[in-house]
């Protein structure tokens, strides 16, 4: 599951120059990370977008350069970052043909395999795929790198760190990626819907509205941080809590009557099920 970015990643960022190509939300939160982190400095930065209103925020949040010029703002550039919707890739790709030439082009576009962004440009282009998710927009994100055809180990260092500023990163063959989708990149809507039940469970039972939810997210937030620090299995964490007799093993016995586990691996399926339908259209 990985190779460690570490310092070697950190070392190979300074100096760089970043084009951010895409300034929506996700690009949003990795700029926030990786000038909060120092990765960068930000006139070292620049972003790209078609929304005059996001090119203002930008500036104004971040001191960073702002474009309407793709190509020329990434061929001043020495890492390109791919923020666009999947649908808008090749023209974007079309216009960024002649631009780059020895940049690291990071993509960070669902569905969008590698060689589609390789077979664009009239040359050899280093690219490395990235599945992020929203919470990295809280610096929590959890991200899945691969390597196309032309990226070397170092590259992969090089975005595992940009990735590692807004949460946690692995390093992984591209055909998990779909897998990755299924759960990292889709499974944010899949825990709001489990906080907001939570939440409506409470009230349900007469807590009011704000601190049944307050209660149902910061348990969700101390569960998920349990099995990260102590490394611990979620079953043996789970029968921690569970004593015999007792309210939670009751609860758990719902849970599993209403089929909970069976909806969360129908949903991972499905989910990565339409990644391979989007990719194969591609």
């Avoid at 791919?82 to 780059?100: D, E, R, S």
């Avoid at 589609?116 to 610096?139: D, K, S």
């Avoid at 939570?198 to 601190?211: C, E, M, P």
């Avoid at 348990?219 to 015999?244: C, I, N, Q, W, Y």
């Amino acid at each position: 599951m990985g190779q460690s970015g570490g310092t070697q990643g950190t070392a190979g960022l300074r100096g760089k120059r970043l084009a951010v190509v895409g300034a929506g939300n996700m690009a949003e939160a990795l700029v926030r990370g990786i000038l909060r982190a120092g990765l960068l400095p930000p006139d070292a930065v620049a972003a790209s977008d078609v929304v005059p209103d996001r090119l203002r925020f930008f500036r104004e949040q971040f001191g960073v350069a702002t474009e309407t010029d793709n190509a020329a703002m990434v061929a001043k550039a020495d890492l390109v970052l791919l923020a666009v919707k999947p649908q808008m890739m090749g023209q974007v790709l079309q216009g960024l043909a002649q631009a780059v030439e020895k940049q690291l082009v990071i993509s960070i576009a669902a569905g969008i395999p590698t060689y589609y962004i390789e077979t664009r440009f009239p040359r050899p282009v280093r690219v490395v795929r990235v599945m992020p998710n929203t919470p990295a927009l809280v610096l929590e994100g959890a991200s899945a790198l691969c390597a196309g055809a032309h990226a070397t180990a170092d590259d992969l260092a090089l975005a595992r760190t940009i990735f590692e500023a807004v949460g946690r990163a692995v390093v992984l063959d591209e055909t998990a990626m779909d897998a990755v989708t299924g759960l990292s990149g889709s499974g944010p809507a899949y825990i709001f819907v489990v906080i907001e039940a939570l939440a409506d469970a409470g009230v349900r039972v007469g807590l009011s509205r704000d601190v049944a939810q307050l209660l149902a997210a910061q348990t969700v937030l101390g569960s998920a941080r349990m099995v990260l620090e102590t490394g611990k299995h979620p079953a043996v964490l789970k029968d921690m809590v569970a004593s015999p007799g007792g309210t939670t093993i009751a609860g758990l016995h719902a849970l599993e009557a209403g089929g909970l586990r069976a909806a969360l691996l129908d949903a991972v399926e499905a989910a990565a099920e339409r990644s391979r339908e989007l990719g194969r259209k591609k």
